[in-house]
């Protein structure tokens, strides 16, 4: 059984939004300083392949998230995962990865 992971289309367009959103914070600094006359303006873009490794590593990612989570709510007798759960395992979880 193949494992649930996120549409490559959904990741390449929240990749794109993040891009575009800090190339026009970034030109905009950089014509206050005008600093940016020489940079060329070229879109930021992934190939197929790292789109997929970055797929699989958001789904590995958010898999240990709720699995420590769980862990933590477990021990402490409560059947559902709270966000506080979420953020006493957030620092470890990112020092990991």
Known sequence: MEEATFECDLIRAILKRVWTTRSTASDALD??????TSRKNRPTSANGNALKLTCEL???FITEAVQRAAAIA????????????LE????QLLLDF
């Open 74 to 85: 477990e021990t402490e007798g409560v059947s559902q995962i709270e966000a506080a759960h």
């Open 88 to 91: 006493s395992i957030l620092p």
């Open 58 to 60: 958001l789904r590995v």
């Open 31 to 36: 014509s206050e300083v005008g600093v940016g």
